[in-house]
């Protein structure tokens, strides 16, 4: 199954596709700045070496897209070829000029990074953040737009409740998407920054992360209730509702009824928990 966008990003704006009409021309490196709309923060530096020497032998086979601003130009597209050449010692870069606003900068260089999967997890969540926020959309309608399922979307986003230091440990890659969505569920949220500690100190993998955490919310269940222990029945039918919800589940019951308690962290989050009951 393809991982690229759907028809997301053709149904906003046309990308890189160079309109006949359109005229590609070339302008000094020193007239050029970054976009600041570019949701990507980390550019490796081995990846921009490698086309660097690719731009020496080939030159720029793309142009970048810009936009004029006051006398200098800033990027649309191609934020990479462009530091590529500056790496390669050249002075000119092939471009096209085109009138954009800024919320349409910031839309195509959130899409085109997408399209290109080049963002971390953290980088994408705040990536579909910021086009809900500028287009208005709901998870639901920004997920169909990209050809995005909506799970992916909500999954994304609910990382941006992570501690700061916990969302730069994923984007600097020390920990994963799934060890992110494993530390949403700590009851005690205080101690997601120790236990990410503890995750890359041992090494631990995302399931033995999830037994950790099974393991805390248990003790703290433990902790407030009368002292007595839960039947395994009911934390079999805990664990099952944890793993369809994506979220902390506890089951309360004593005599003939009790109540099922589902964690949520954001307004989007109950969103995505009351669509799964929907269905």
Same mark, same amino acid.
């Given at each position: 199954?393809?991982?690229?966008?759907?028809?997301?990003?053709?149904?906003?704006?046309?990308?890189?596709?160079?309109?006949?009409?359109?005229?590609?021309?070339?302008?000094?490196?020193?007239?050029?700045?970054?976009?600041?709309?570019?949701?990507?923060?980390?550019?490796?530096?081995?990846?921009?070496?490698?086309?660097?020497?690719?731009?020496?032998?080939?030159?720029?086979?793309?142009?970048?897209?810009?936009?004029?601003?006051?006398?200098?130009?800033?990027?649309?597209?191609?934020?990479?070829?462009?530091?590529?050449?500056?790496?390669?010692?050249?002075?000119?870069?092939?471009? $096209?000029? /085109? +009138?954009?606003?800024?919320?349409?900068?910031?839309? =195509?260089? #959130?899409? &085109?990074?997408?399209?290109?999967?080049?963002?971390?997890?953290?980088?994408?969540?705040?990536?579909?953040?910021?086009?809900?926020?500028?287009?208005?959309?709901?998870?639901?309608?920004?997920?169909?737009?990209?050809?995005?399922?909506?799970?992916?979307?909500?999954?994304?986003?609910?990382?941006?409740?992570?501690?700061?230091?916990?969302?730069?440990?994923?984007?600097?890659?020390?920990?994963?998407?799934?060890?992110?969505?494993?530390?949403?569920?700590?009851?005690?949220?205080?101690?997601?920054?120790?236990?990410?500690?503890?995750?890359?100190?041992?090494?631990?993998?995302?399931?033995?992360?999830?037994?950790?955490?099974?393991?805390?919310?248990?003790? $703290?269940? /433990? +902790?407030?209730?009368?002292?007595?222990?839960?039947? =395994?029945? #009911?934390? &079999?039918?805990?664990?099952?509702?944890?793993?369809?919800?994506?979220?902390?589940?506890?089951?309360?019951?004593?005599?003939?009824?009790?109540?099922?308690?589902?964690?949520?962290?954001?307004?989007?989050?109950?969103?995505?928990?009351?669509?799964?009951?929907?269905?």
């Amino acid at each position: 199954m393809s991982k690229g966008l759907g028809k997301g990003i053709n149904a906003l704006f046309p990308g890189e596709s160079i309109n006949q009409m359109e005229t590609v021309e070339k302008i000094s490196l020193k007239e050029i700045k970054v976009n600041p709309f570019q949701p990507r923060k980390i550019f490796d530096e081995a990846a921009l070496n490698e086309l660097a020497e690719s731009i020496k032998e080939h030159g720029v086979l793309q142009p970048i897209i810009v936009r004029r601003k006051g006398k200098s130009f800033e990027i649309v597209v191609g934020e990479r070829r462009f530091r590529g050449s500056k790496i390669a010692g050249l002075t000119e870069i092939p471009v $096209v000029v /085109r +009138e954009l606003t800024d919320q349409q900068m910031m839309e =195509i260089a #959130i899409l &085109e990074n997408l399209q290109r999967e080049d963002l971390t997890p953290i980088e994408e969540a705040e990536a579909y953040q910021n086009l809900m926020e500028s287009l208005n959309l709901t998870q639901e309608q920004l997920a169909f737009r990209l050809g995005k399922s909506r799970p992916h979307i909500a999954n994304h986003i609910r990382l941006l409740s992570l501690p700061e230091v916990v969302r730069g440990h994923i984007s600097a890659g020390n920990l994963s998407m799934g060890h992110g969505r494993a530390l949403l569920g700590i009851k005690r949220k205080k101690l997601i920054p120790s236990i990410s500690d503890k995750v890359m100190k041992e090494n631990l993998n995302v399931r033995q992360l999830e037994s950790l955490v099974q393991k805390m919310n248990d003790d $703290v269940s /433990r +902790e407030t209730s009368t002292g007595e222990k839960k039947d =395994i029945f #009911i934390e &079999e039918k805990e664990s099952q509702l944890r793993e369809y919800f994506g979220t902390t589940v506890t089951i309360k019951k004593s005599k003939n009824k009790g109540k099922i308690e589902i964690e949520f962290f954001s307004e989007d989050d109950l969103e995505r928990i009351l669509e799964l009951l929907e269905d």
